[in-house]
């Protein structure tokens, strides 16, 4: 059984930056692509960044340029760092697995964390 768990999340001004850490279990790391998507109340879940069991990576247009998504498969984790936070970053962001190949579809992911909460403040 495979268990992603996120942390890092929190509360930053605009500007500010967060570093979001997904930690997987139950599988190897190098079989598996992890993405990050994030929802915020009365919205659809959005694709933000999602990188392959190799080192392909993806990312939104609203995030381009502003986050980055990386891994230690040493330690299990799938990072993503944040900078230049805006107000529309507020969402909760949740980070999903499957195996090797990424995918911007949430729908193509079966594995998927509990989410953690960022909030930007002005």
């Known amino acids: 059984q495979v268990q992603l768990i996120e942390s890092g999340g929190g509360l930053v001004q605009a500007g500010g930056s967060l570093r979001l850490a997904c930690a997987t279990s139950?599988?190897?790391?190098?079989?598996?692509?992890v993405a990050w998507f994030r929802q915020a109340p009365g919205k659809e879940r959005e694709f933000v960044a999602a990188?392959?069991?190799?080192?392909?990576?993806n990312y939104g247009d609203s995030v381009k340029g502003r986050f980055t998504i990386s891994r230690d498969n040493a330690k299990n984790t799938v990072y993503l760092q944040m900078n230049s936070l805006k107000l529309e970053d507020t969402a909760n962001y949740y980070c999903?697995?499957?195996?090797?190949?990424?995918?911007?579809?949430?729908?193509?992911?079966?594995?998927w964390g509990q989410g953690t909460q960022v909030t930007v403040s002005s």
């Open positions: 999903a697995g499957r195996l090797f190949a990424l995918s911007t579809k949430h729908q193509d992911y079966i594995n």
């Open positions: 139950g599988r190897a790391p190098s079989t598996y692509a």
């Open positions: 990188i392959s069991a190799g080192t392909s990576t």
